[in-house]
């Protein structure tokens, strides 16, 4: 008998999916969904309306999540009446993973325990890659196909070539994964990643806790990736225990060492410094001294990119003691209620009110350019999200820095980019 | 086996690297216009004769980064209703790769299409993964789709073949 065939673990997971032994780079299989997931943009208002179109009916609920954090705390009738289709759609199909405005999909997924190592996953936004930081193969469709997914439970997919990104030692105190993932688009393009899989790996990585590894994956999104993937380990396991997952197999969900890949990156962890991607692309990334002093209008910590607990404690250590500038507004949109709730208990929210942080309802908000946080005409603003192409936070006129909570925070004090570890090289309040 | 998974036969038009879907599909081309007036507007930026000469079963080359951009499906859309049969990239982006196949247009990541010149004859076998130039009797090679792809594909595109497949009495 041959030994079995060195896999990656997206390799063995789409395997596992397709029903066979072994896949290989540029094959395409048909993968049977675990999980599919939609929100009230992409979701029962275009998929859902398809597949009614069809006259079929979904192929599993229990399998299938939806979320509303698109058009949420929006009077806007157009968003009004796209929470009333989704509700309709989701009561009519007895959807009982619904989790109306309690947060952005990609964090209430997991913290609802939907996320499991050797998952087979699919959502219909571009940055379901998120998924990919439990150990799971989480990819982005649009309508049509998610259409094709609720009908039948499958999907074909083109097995990734993969890019290994392997991260050592430890970041420094003041950067963040966000920093890594800035790096990565500013050295290797938009499209750099075009159709394979980042694996992310190495001693920074594996000391990264759940919140800083989704940084990761949901930027393979704008590394051009079909997905991110992060082995799970005890971390991994730990909260998705928490978060009532049930039994997680960290072990079963390993890729072999020796499995071949496409490329292989190596960063040096210690020596990153903060980043900052100018507009209008995030390939536009470069250390934070280059565009240092630059005057902003708006400070945002939002998004599913940049607003979970850790990100918002991130900024509260930077903006402790201090006041925000008076030339800058300064917004906090965390990316779950149950995030809010951790932080006011926590009292990072209080640190953040009291700097002059004006806190939002959880939801997509200001990374797509609704609510409070839009930016004005010829606005300049830095934000924790993850695209800052022309006109996606505000008119076309406004422009928009994208960083790490630490540099979005130190912003906000300084009203202009400025490195955060000389903020808190000062200590609290000086 | 369906005509449509027999190898397809035609001219080829050969355009270069990182076509993207605002060339392929440019935003007024889809603004207040049915896509049967949106389709002249297919490339124009880049080869102002496509749209008006291009022809019924000819063959689409390009070189890498095919269908860069956003993820309208407007761009397989107005090859396909231009006349295209087939589409060869050295490499495509990954959301235009798949709505170019779920619209029902094989496209075949090629790494030897910069070898074909505009106006060859080319003959392109899907399901064997070759494309042979008739024109200058080279044959290349071409990663192969799976037969159950052709099938969605000679069904007419990822919808199409659902209601086929799911509601066949419709
Ligand atoms: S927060 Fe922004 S990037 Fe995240 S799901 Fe919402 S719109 Fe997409």
Not at chain 2, 134 to 149: S, W
């Amino acid at each position: 008998m041959l030994p079995p065939t060195p896999m990656t673990l997206s390799e063995k997971i789409i395997a596992r999916a397709a029903g066979k032994d072994s896949v290989k780079p540029g094959g395409i299989v048909t993968c049977a969904v675990d999980l599919a997931m939609m929100h009230d943009s992409s979701g029962p208002r275009r998929a859902g309306k398809m597949l009614d179109q069809l006259g079929v009916a979904p192929w599993d609920t229990s399998k299938i999540v939806i979320v509303t954090d698109h058009y949420v705390n929006d009077p806007d009738p157009g968003s009004v009446k796209t929470q009333e289709i989704t509700r309709q759609w989701v009561a009519d199909k007895k959807i009982g993973n619904f989790y109306p405005e309690q947060g952005i999909c990609h964090v209430v997924l997991p913290e609802k325990g939907h996320l499991k190592p050797g998952m087979f996953c699919v959502g219909a936004d571009s940055h379901s890659t998120t998924g990919g930081a439990f150990g799971a193969f989480m990819i982005g469709v649009g309508a049509t196909e998610m259409t094709g997914v609720l009908a039948t439970g499958e999907i074909w997919v083109r097995v990734p070539e993969t890019l290994r990104v392997s991260v050592s030692g430890t970041l420094s105190d003041g950067v963040a994964a966000k920093d890594l993932i800035l790096k990565l688009c500013g050295d290797i393009g938009i499209m750099g990643a075009n159709y394979m899989v980042v694996e992310y790996g190495g001693a920074a990585v594996r000391a990264m806790s759940v919140d800083e590894r989704m940084t990761l994956t949901n930027m393979a999104a704008e590394l051009g990736a079909k997905t991110g993937i992060i082995a799970a380990d005890e971390t991994t396991a730990e909260m998705l225990a928490a978060a009532g997952a049930g039994d997680v197999d960290i072990n079963a969900w390993q890729g072999d060492e020796d499995a071949p890949v496409a490329r292989t990156i190596d960063i040096d962890g210690p020596v990153l410094g903060p980043q900052v991607a100018a507009p209008t692309s995030p390939e536009n990334a470069a250390e934070v001294a280059e565009h240092a002093g630059m005057s902003l209008g708006q400070a945002y910590i939002g998004a599913c990119t940049g607003a979970k607990l850790e990100d918002l404690r991130m900024a509260a250590r930077v903006v402790r003691g201090r006041k925000i500038a008076a030339n800058t507004r300064f917004f906090v949109a965390p990316a779950s209620i149950l995030i809010h709730e951790a932080a006011a208990v926590d009292g990072t929210l209080k640190i953040l009110e009291d700097a002059g942080a004006t806190i939002l309802p959880t939801g997509c908000g200001g990374c797509i350019g609704l609510g409070p946080a839009r930016l004005d005409e010829d606005m300049t603003g830095i934000s924790t999200t993850n695209r800052n192409f022309v006109g996606r936070a505000g008119p076309e006129s406004s422009k928009l820095y994208l960083a790490s909570a630490y540099t979005v925070a130190a912003a906000a004090i300084t009203g202009e980019i400025t490195d955060p570890r000389e903020l808190l090289a000062r200590g609290v309040g000086k | 086996m369906s005509a449509e998974k027999e190898p397809i036969e035609g001219r080829a038009w050969v355009f270069g690297d990182n076509i993207d879907t605002d060339q392929l599909a440019p935003v007024p081309s889809y603004m207040n216009k049915e896509p049967e007036e949106g389709c002249k507007m297919c490339l124009q930026a880049v080869d102002p004769d496509f749209a008006a000469s291009v022809g019924k079963g000819d063959v689409f080359v390009a070189g890498n980064n095919l269908g860069i951009g956003s993820s309208r499906e407007q761009a397989p859309q107005y090859l396909k209703m231009l006349g295209i049969r087939a589409v060869l990239a050295k490499s495509f982006a990954r959301i235009f790769y798949r709505n170019t196949l779920n619209y029902g247009l094989p496209a075949l990541v090629c790494a030897e299409a910069g070898r074909i010149n505009p106006g060859d004859e080319v003959r392109v076998d899907p399901l064997a993964g070759t494309v042979e130039n008739l024109t200058t009797g080279e044959t290349l090679e071409a990663e192969p789709l799976p037969e159950h792809l052709l099938t969605m594909i000679a069904d007419g595109g990822l919808l199409a073949h659902l209601e086929k497949k799911l509601t066949p009495g419709k």
